[in-house]
């Protein structure tokens, strides 16, 4: 025992020993400064900080039941959109630089540019969470945590019809948290400047046995 100590005692008084403290103290350090910076972008606070998201989605967000409802219970932006695990929120900051990219080249400073590139812009994000299972929304929401008997009619059986099918929130909750660009969507209620869907063969031959409407 006395050995072992007067070694250690003896390599603590050595170059090597220094250099490893100082290494193991600087690592604490950048991991503290790291987790520091990840955790502060990863605020609402943060991610509105821009003019670009807090005229445009965030404005839209207010008015949702993810924002404010009876429970007081809120989804803020960086819950539907970054995960929480280590490794995949470090490939979605990953993915995040461009869009700092592009707050530099101003392509979506202006409320009219916004919503001109606002259906390509939710279509790049509902094609991310389809490809994660919509990782995020499963955060609070899970089929396999479903109450379906405290749910009204129409929501248990399509959440049992997704659940037995493999669709995943995003399928059918487009334009749950922000408007819906002009896209044709199958559930929900009408939004403004939907796309109307071709008739179908049975409505056309209905249509055609009525004769022209009168104006």
Sequence with gaps: MKQLIHRL????????????????????????GFNTAMEWTNREAFCISCHEMEKNVFQEYRNTIHYQNRTGVRATCPDCHVPKEWGPKMIRKIQASNEVLHKILGS??????????????????W??????????????????YMDYAEQNSRASTRHQ???????????????????LPPIAQPIGEHKAGEVTLPATTGSSAASAAQGPASH
């Design 9 to 32: 005692w003896a390599f603590a008084h050595t170059k090597q020993f220094w250099i490893l403290s100082i290494a193991f103290v600087g690592g604490i350090l950048f991991w503290g």
């Design 108 to 125: 979506i400073d202006t409320p009219e540019k916004f919503n001109a590139k606002r259906a390509e812009l939710a279509q790049h994000e």
């Design 127 to 144: 094609d991310r969470m389809k490809r994660t299972d919509s990782h995020e929304c499963r955060n609070c929401h899970n089929f396999n």
């Design 161 to 179: 019809v997704a659940f037995t099918q493999g669709q995943t929130c995003i399928d059918c909750h487009k334009g749950i948290a922000h408007s």
